[in-house]
């Protein structure tokens, strides 16, 4: 797939070039790479965020690239957990607010919905923080919570968007390993993009990105 | 592990499932500022709505008022230009009229519509008010049978026999029994306290023929008004109409002329009241949707991860409307609270007397009722409006928002 940012324009640029990718069930793939190669990009497509310019996008057999708004709406929902690059939590909800509006607008009751909040927050070591908002948790903290919140459907898929961006060495490999053992438990395709290097300790595959390209794979 | 969780969860204080109220509520106590103009917004629309529908009401129910305690829908008279004379003369309140032979209500009462007419005459002279009245009519009369205090009612019997009003009676030192002089002496059997908004107020009552034996002029068989009740207060201008047109040289009072006259000086009626309310309400509601587009503008981040993490655009639709709603609530309690007061305050300032038109005409329920469904309906507007909006943003976008 491709995707071309201004198309037909003076100032084209091709974000995604020609980008051809499988990820296999339960594999923690993690893709590196430098700052505007394009990674970001490859995530919120696949996470049905953006629409590729040209090209296809495939997810559990369905093609998401096909789909209109409301239908891409019900697969981000159910089939697909993502976890942004500046957590983007809600300011205004508590922690485990924050996990609920990943349920909110599922069919799951209310009891469950909190019990499933619950669960998370105790996995990510926070449920002593469930009432505190977003202000006053740490960077690591907000990650997790943002994680929990990508996990609380138990999506087919977890796209993470520089995990460890905002974080110490020490708490990033923390996070990294939540992931990597939230992924193991449920057996979910778990896809990161990240410039840190020791990331590649707690994936099954490493790609490298540049300039809207895959060059290379180990 | 389920047991665990439990234990866990109960150790976890006020856990309350995220719901579109509890959003709502956290967002209006996160824009305190925001919120609390959009609540006076409401509240100032509803409270003027109902304030201005209770003071037209308040100005009828004074104006209509005076024939309606007198069982009265129309007055029927002769206006005349007669000058005073040391003789005295006909009036109907502060009218000059003519006086007119009693078998014209007879025929009167003949016509489609008309249920009674009663004669009155009604004379003064310098200070003084005296006035005829048939004691057999107790519907429809100068005054009637409830309005005595002291005493009794006339008779048809009675002869030189009187009502006096209470307070010329309290002026005059007048008490049952005593004698009260209006060119002849009437024996007084009764007081009566009518009130001051009564067209037919006078200081003495006697029989009418009495009354038209001892006159200078000797008016055998005339009187000067005739108190009209229609069987309908539906068919009462249409009555109006007909006598207007069977009798030319009559004039006709019912009470939109007396209220057109109150209107006249304060330009209020309940339809002007209604349509200036209207207009406020879109003004309102066009505030209302400018104040929520700037909320969901201010949002437009937020909005966006909640649709990326799998928010549908009806979810957050539901969501602004429900905000819009709860704020809707709170303004359309405040200022039906608000309406309430100020017309409490104004139907009692209203009429002149201690205690106004609160006397005759209450705040009406139904009408707090519709103020407060017109702050909601104009909140579900405003959410639906600028919800739209909000449904149109593209996640990807939306998170990019600074």
């Known amino acids: ?12 640029i091709k974000a995604i070039d020609n980008v051809s990718l499988n990820v296999k069930k339960a594999e923690f793939l993690t893709i590196l790479g430098p700052s505007g190669s394009g990674k970001t990009t490859l995530l919120n497509i696949l996470g049905g965020l953006d629409m590729p310019t040209s090209g296809k996008v495939v997810i559990d057999g369905l093609e998401i690239s096909k789909l209109k708004q409301n239908q891409l709406v019900k697969v981000r929902r159910e089939k697909i957990g993502f976890v942004f690059q500046a957590f983007n939590l809600i300011p205004t909800f508590s922690a485990i607010e924050n996990i609920q509006a990943a349920l909110a607008p599922t069919r799951m009751t209310k009891t469950k919905q909190i019990e499933r909040a619950t669960e998370l927050l105790n996995l990510m070591g926070m449920l002593n923080r469930s009432n505190h908002l977003p202000s006053e948790l740490s960077a690591g903290e907000q990650q997790r919570i943002a994680i929990a919140r990508a996990f609380a459907n138990n999506p087919k898929v977890v796209l993470l968007d520089e995990p460890t961006g905002n974080l110490d060495t020490t708490t990033g490999k923390e996070i990294l390993s939540l992931c990597h053992k939230a992924s193991k438990e449920k057996g979910q395709t778990v896809v990161a993009v990240t410039h840190a290097d020791y990331v590649k300790n707690y994936t099954n595959r490493l790609l490298l990105m540049r300039d809207g390209q895959l060059i290379q794979q180990e | ?345 104004t139907l009692s300032t209203i009429g002149g007397e201690i205690g106004g038109a609160l006397k005759l005409v209450s705040v009406d329920p139904l009408l707090l009722g519709i103020g407060f469904g017109v702050a909601i309906l104009t909140g579900i507007a405003a959410g639906l409006f600028s919800s739209l909006r909000a449904a149109r943003l593209t996640p990807v976008k939306a998170i990019k928002t600074l």
Not at chain 2, 9 to 24: D, Q
């Open chain 2, 1 to 345: 592990m389920h047991d665990i969780l439990l234990a866990l969860y109960k150790k976890i204080e006020k856990v309350k499932c995220l719901n579109p109220l509890n959003y709502a509520l956290k967002e209006i106590r996160r824009r305190k500022y925001r919120t609390l103009m959009n609540v006076l917004g409401f509240a100032i629309a509803v409270a003027t709505l109902i304030t201005l529908v209770m003071a037209a009401r308040g100005w009828e129910a004074c104006t209509t008022e005076p024939l309606n305690n007198i069982g009265t829908d129309i007055i029927y008279i002769y206006t005349a230009p007669v000058a005073p004379s040391n003789k005295g003369c006909y009036i109907v309140n502060h009218l000059f009229s003519y006086p007119f032979n009693q078998t014209l209500l007879d025929e009167i009462e003949q016509q489609p519509n008309i249920e009674s007419a009663v004669p009155i005459l009604m004379h003064r002279l310098r200070a003084m008010v005296f006035v005829g009245i048939d004691p057999t009519e107790i519907v429809t009369n100068a005054v009637l049978p409830r309005d005595v205090i002291d005493g009794r009612y006339l008779k048809p019997e009675d002869g030189y026999a009187a009502l006096v009003d209470k307070e010329y009676a309290e002026l005059n030192n007048l008490t049952l029994g005593s004698t009260v002089n209006y060119v002849a002496d009437y024996e007084v059997v009764g007081i009566v306290e009518v009130s001051a908004t009564n067209l037919m107020k006078s200081h003495i009552y006697v029989n009418l023929p009495v009354v038209q034996e001892v006159l200078p002029e000797k008016p055998i068989g005339l009187v000067n008004i005739g108190l009209i009740r229609t069987s309908s207060p539906t068919n009462v201008e249409e009555t109006a109409a007909d006598l207007e047109e069977n009798y030319p040289n009559s004039s006709i009072l019912t009470g939109s002329d007396l209220a057109e006259t109150a209107y006249s000086i304060i330009r209020i009626n309940e339809e002007t009241a209604w349509s200036f309310s209207f207009a406020l309400v879109i003004i309102t509601v066009l505030f209302m949707i400018k104040s929520q587009l700037g909320n969901v503008a201010e949002r437009t981040k937020e909005i966006g991860i909640l649709k990326a993490i799998g928010w549908s655009n009806s979810n957050v639709v539901t969501q602004i409307v429900t905000e819009s709603i709860v704020q809707a609530t709170i303004g359309g309690i405040v200022g039906c609270g608000l309406g309430y007061l100020f017309a409490l305050y």
């Open chain 1, 1 to 12: 797939m491709t995707k071309i940012y201004q198309k037909g324009g003076t100032n084209e």
